[in-house]
T-cell receptor, first 113, second 112 residues
Framework: NAGVTQTPKFQVLKTGQSMTLQCAQD?????MYWYRQDPGMGLRLIYYSASEGTTDKGEVPNGYNVSRLNKREFSLRLESAAPSQTSVYFC????????????FGNGTRLTVT | TQLLEQSPQFLSIQEGENLTVYCNSS?????LQWYRQEPGEGPVLLVTVVTGGEVKKLKRLTFQFGDARKDSSLHITAAQPGDTGLYLC????????????FGKGTKLSVIP
């Protein structure tokens, strides 16, 4: 019962490097989300995808791009990493019911030096 | 922009004590969820409250949704070390809304 799977778990980048964070869910959920979590800032929404084929900006989208590859997979790309993007990144998915919960992956801890 | 204010930000208590965590907003939410997050893991849902004035119990945890659906509280009775973690509240503005608004969390440490 995998739920939401994120890779990698840890990553260190130099300023200016690019990388893609991968996320897959096996719960047949329509909606998928990318959050970042920083000390004292809580969870902030970067991008979300309400359904396959659509993506929308969240609260902090600058410096990121996303791709909803299919219903299962939603990737987050950093084109030119900056130290301000050092954070823990969480992918989540959610069922169709309006009050359904978010199901989170275990996160990717990213450090940009 | 809807905001959720959580208090306290940090809480350190002895095993066996009671505690209450608050989640407040000036906005009305259609529902409110509470999550717990342990180190190195993603948040996990504890409960969803939907109706104003609703009270839900989960063993030693009691959740309440304010009558006006602008605030919520989490009360833990006889805290145990296993309750240690980050508690997050999250509000939904409507059934058609895809986004949840998260509070900044309350970090709870229960000392044996």
């Amino acid at each position: 019962n995998a739920g939401v799977t994120q890779t990698p778990k840890f990553q260190v980048l130099k300023t200016g490097q690019s990388m893609t964070l991968q996320c897959a869910q096996d719960m047949n959920h329509n909606s998928m989300y990318w959050y970042r979590q920083d000390p004292g800032m809580g969870l902030r929404l970067i991008y979300y995808s309400a359904s396959e084929g659509t993506t929308d900006k969240g609260e902090v989208p600058n410096g990121y791009n996303v791709s909803r590859l299919n219903k299962r997979e939603f990737s987050l790309r950093l084109e030119s990493a900056a130290p301000s993007q050092t954070s823990v990144y969480f992918c989540a998915s959610r069922g169709a019911w309006g009050n359904s919960p978010l199901h989170f992956g275990n996160g990717t801890r990213l450090t940009v030096t | 922009t809807q905001l959720l204010e959580q208090s306290p930000q940090f809480l350190s208590i002895q095993e066996g004590e009671n505690l209450t965590v608050y989640c407040n907003s000036s906005s009305v939410f259609s529902s409110l969820q509470w999550y717990r997050q342990e180190p190195g893991e993603g948040p996990v849902l504890l409960v969803t409250v939907v109706t104003g004035g609703e009270v839900k119990k989960l063993k030693r945890l009691t959740f309440q949704f304010g009558d006006a659906r602008k605030d919520s509280s989490l009360h833990i009775t006889a805290a145990q070390p296993g309750d240690t973690g980050l508690y997050l509240c999250a509000g939904s503005s409507g059934a058609g809304s895809y986004q949840l608004t998260f509070g900044k969390g309350t970090k709870l440490s229960v000392i044996p």
